[in-house]
């Protein structure tokens, strides 16, 4: 049974930095795409970032530059670092993982992947 837990939310002050990380388990495949998504109230679920298991990654357009994802061990721990916070990044937080050869074609879009974790709040005051 596949279970993402994430980890590491908060609350920081506008301009502050968090490091997210996503624990993987019962992912029994080589090949995988693992990305973090967001949810404000009221919004719909976006994605953040993503890595395959090559190591490509990628990032939505409002937090290129501030964010890095990055995985240990291959799929067993998947980090988000973001820096320069902005009020807007607050959210809901959630890891999440497919079995795919790669992120392009289903990231940025949620209903295309397959396990979740129950995510991790980050709030960000201005």
């Known amino acids: 049974q596949v279970q993402l837990v994430e980890s590491g939310g908060g609350s920081v002050q506008s301009g502050g930095s968090l490091r997210l990380s996503c624990a993987v388990s019962?992912?029994?495949?080589?090949?995988?795409?693992i990305a973090w998504f967001r949810q404000a109230p009221g919004e719909e679920r976006e994605g953040v970032a993503a890595?395959?298991?090559?190591?490509?990654?990628t990032y939505a357009d409002s937090v290129k530059g501030r964010v890095t994802i990055s995985q240990v061990n291959a799929k067993n721990t998947v980090y988000l670092e973001m820096n320069s916070l902005k009020p807007e990044d607050t959210a809901m937080y959630y890891c999440?993982?497919?079995?795919?050869?790669?992120?392009?074609?289903?990231?940025?879009?949620?209903?295309?992947?397959?396990?979740w974790g129950q995510g991790t709040q980050v709030t960000v005051s201005s």
């Open positions: 019962g992912y029994t495949y080589s090949y995988y795409c």
């Open positions: 890595i395959d298991s090559r190591g490509n990654t």
């Open positions: 999440s993982a497919n079995r795919l050869w790669t992120c392009s074609g289903s990231f940025p879009h949620p209903g295309r992947f397959s396990y």
